[in-house]
């Protein structure tokens, strides 16, 4: 059966021709900073957006008259492939920028990382970039936290058969309520607030001591919950007034856009009522107090610099942004340990934040609650409920095979990369750090072991954790299951 009996083989290529003009056109931004500035950049960045919109156009030409159906499978492989590709344009500049970037393999992996707002970098030594690069890895992970999928449905215009299996594949919830009953609106209200949440971190930065550039870049990674930053220190040079903005638009950042666009509503009983935002509050409340005893009392920081410090940190890790001061190298093994842990987390569902998600862990522990029950009434049925909705057998199913799926694939990564000669405690910690994308290892690496220091493998390891991390497993997997691929 040829290939493209099996899909909507020309629907995915105009998709993919929307998907690359866009990336070509975002490339004019960083483009014309680099001919203001007179960086060495302008060839590679004016090749880049040349290559990308006529590859772009002509897909969108030649597959103009694509049949307008899509089905859950088109769906999940769209998506998945869609977030394979894209890497390789975003990753042009880079590619075209051998003197900063040294090999492909150091492009892609600084591609793979923005674009799924991982934050990992093989670059030591940011202050040689050229502006024109730190604009383009901040603008592809804001473009990677926004969902290239919400762009393609947007862009769609006159589509609108199978734009909730592009939905819900970019967008895996189990919480029912929806913002509108129809998904370009949903979309809409989506763009509106992560565009607005950005504004708003531009403008409050701006007031301290950040310049414009700094600011923007910056806030495309704290919104995103990617953490590129354009310092070697990271955040650790900037006032307390800073430090503060960041951490409230990171915290911002990994709540449901479903429950900001209540909040906006002001819909507060809504949004607090919800147990996704009452718990994701709790473990960053409990985690603060533990981090601010540990830097108080044993430490011996300032009150309010313990406060600050921590928690900077565990908004941070657990939104999975991985902004980060570079005193954390030295806090020791405790909190590093707690925050490997937290990595796990992630934030709320329908964030821009990846991870387990704090919804998934509410329904875990939910279930083994009510097997302990069961352990004292074995006829009891007792349903496991979520905002007091009972949920059916096939959504808790879900979260088990997804938990199972993120552990399994996060010990044969840390096995991966052993094998590929690094040491045991690192490479779990890089693991971690790359399948949950946040990108930073905390503690566990020393100072002379960097991303860039990685061998072939190690870097490819990691790119696939951060693509397995950012597209949640499922889709993931979908783009090599043999069943998805079949004819319905």
């Known amino acids: 059966m040829p290939f493209r009996n099996r899909f909507n083989y020309k629907f995915f290529q105009y998709i993919l021709g929307l998907v690359i003009n866009f990336i070509g056109f975002s490339l004019t931004i ?80 600084e591609a793979f990382s923005g674009l799924t707002t991982t934050g990992s970098t093989i670059l030591n030594d940011l202050d040689i970039i050229p502006k024109s690069i730190l604009l383009w890895r901040a603008l592809s992970q804001w473009i990677g936290g926004m969902g290239l999928t919400l762009i393609v449905i947007l862009l769609l215009k006159n589509y609108k058969n199978g734009s ?24 809409l209200k989506i763009i509106y607030i992560y565009v607005g949440l950005t504004i708003i971190s531009i403008s409050l930065l701006t007031f301290g001591e950040m310049d414009l550039f700094t600011a923007i870049c910056h806030s495309f990674g704290a919104v995103s919950t990617g953490g590129f930053s354009t310092s070697n220190t990271n955040i650790g040079d900037y ?46 409340l409990i985690g603060t107090i533990i981090l601010f005893s540990s830097l108080f009392f044993i430490s011996n920081y300032e009150i309010e610099r313990s406060f600050r410090v921590a928690l900077l940190h565990i908004v941070s890790v657990v939104t999975t942004t991985g902004y980060y001061l570079p005193e954390v190298q030295s806090f020791g093994l405790f909190i590093s340990t707690l925050l490997l842990l937290l990595m796990f987390i992630g934030g ?39 905002n007091k909705i009972a949920l059916v057998d096939e959504a808790t199913n879900l979260v088990f095979g997804f938990f199972f799926l993120y552990l399994i694939i996060f010990i044969m990564g840390a096995f991966t990369l052993t094998l590929f000669g690094n040491e045991f405690m690192p490479s779990i910690a890089m693991s971690a750090a790359n399948i949950s994308n946040i ?50």
């Open 239 to 284: 006032s307390a007034y800073t430090q503060y903005v960041l951490t409230g638009i990171m915290l911002f950042s990994g709540i449901s856009y479903v429950l900001l666009y209540w909040l906006i509503k002001g819909r507060w009983g809504k949004v607090f009522r919800d147990e996704q935002s009452r718990v994701y509050l709790l473990i960053i």
């Open 164 to 187: 909730n299996y592009l939905f819900n594949a970019e967008f895996t919830s189990l919480d029912k309520e929806k913002v509108r009953p129809h998904i370009k609106d949903s979309v």
């Open 348 to 386: 709320c569902s329908s964030s821009s934040s990846t991870g387990l998600k704090i919804i998934r862990l509410i329904i875990l522990f939910k279930y083994a609650n009510n097997s302990f029950k069961r352990m004292f009434h074995p006829r009891a049925i007792i349903p496991i409920r979520y």
């Open 439 to 488: 990108g930073p290892v905390i503690g566990y690496m020393s100072p002379e072991i960097t991303y860039e220091s990685l061998n072939i493998g190690s870097k490819t390891t990691l790119m696939i954790l951060m693509m397995i991390g950012r597209l949640e497993i499922y889709s993931f997997i979908a783009m090599f299951s043999k069943t998805i691929w079949t004819k319905n």
């Open 30 to 109: 960083p483009l014309i900073l680099a001919i203001v500035n007179k960086e060495s950049t302008v060839l590679a960045f004016s090749f880049s957006v040349g290559f990308s919109l006529v590859l772009g156009f002509s897909l969108m030409f030649f597959n103009r008259n694509y049949p307008q159906y899509l089905t859950k499978k088109d769906g999940r492989i769209i998506v998945g492939l869609i977030w394979f590709v894209a890497p390789f344009l975003t990753a042009l500049p880079y590619l075209l920028s051998p003197i900063y970037f040294q090999n492909p393999i150091n492009a892609l992996f």
